[in-house]
């Protein structure tokens, strides 16, 4: 079965560190490739989507993705964090076989003070 | 390869006793976390250490204490052991930084009766 994996539940960095999350799809087909984010007490929101073209997306609030089509993978990054991306980030995918949306399990930032 | 050990596999215990869950790694993580897992719910956390006596409260800290007066170790205190904290425990740790694996130790599956 289609899954996508997201490696860690949780991530501790100190402000004014560098971010990488992991996100990995099991699907040999077409994706298209999408990174939310939800923000303590608020509803999920969209930071950045690959559907095709450069494989280096950047999205908001400084952050980017990059597509490696033969790791299946999808890492959000962003080069320096703030106590303000304290939130939880769930990687997706949609397949093309089925247009049907994966998610991750989401990984939850936590900037220490 | 990082180890992280629990202290027991299985444990059982009567409601009202104070109850000691250990965790041991050996690779050197500044951070460490605790867990329960239960059927539906997925993983919960219930308290992460960033450094030695540092601590903070996770999304389900009540009913328990935690102790870090070592690097590598962190412990979970059930201080009044109650049926309702019958649960898979799990202990994981990270180094700090982006992109660094999330190691889990093998659980403890605790009853309490």
């Known amino acids: 079965a289609q899954s996508v994996s997201q490696h860690n539940h949780h991530v501790i960095l100190s402000e004014a560190a560098s971010l990488e999350l992991g996100c990995n799809y099991s699907y040999g087909g077409t994706v298209n490739l999408f990174w939310y984010v939800q923000y303590p007490g608020q509803h999920l929101q969209l930071l950045l989507k690959y559907f095709s073209g450069d494989p280096l997306v950047k999205g908001i609030k400084g952050f980017e993705a990059e597509f490696i089509k033969s790791k299946f993978s999808f890492n959000l990054r962003k080069p320096s964090v703030q106590w303000s991306d304290t939130a939880e980030y769930f990687c997706?995918?949609?397949?093309?076989?089925?247009?049907?949306?994966?998610w991750g399990a989401g990984t939850k930032l936590i900037i220490k003070p | 390869d990082v180890k992280v050990t629990q202290s027991s596999r299985y444990l059982v215990k009567r409601t009202g006793e104070k109850v000691f869950l250990e965790c041991v790694q050996d690779m050197d993580h500044e951070n460490m976390f605790w867990y329960r897992q239960d059927p539906g719910l997925g993983l919960r956390l219930i308290y992460f250490s960033y450094d030695v006596k540092m601590k903070e409260k996770g999304d389900i800290p009540e009913g328990y204490s935690v102790s870090r007066e070592k690097k590598e170790r962190f412990s979970l205190i059930l201080e009044s052991a109650s049926t309702n904290q019958t649960s898979m425990y799990l202990c994981a740790s990270i180094l700090s930084g982006g992109n660094q694996p999330q190691h889990f130790g093998d659980g403890t599956r605790l009853s309490i009766l």
């Open positions: 997706a995918v949609i397949l093309d076989s089925n247009y049907q949306l994966i």
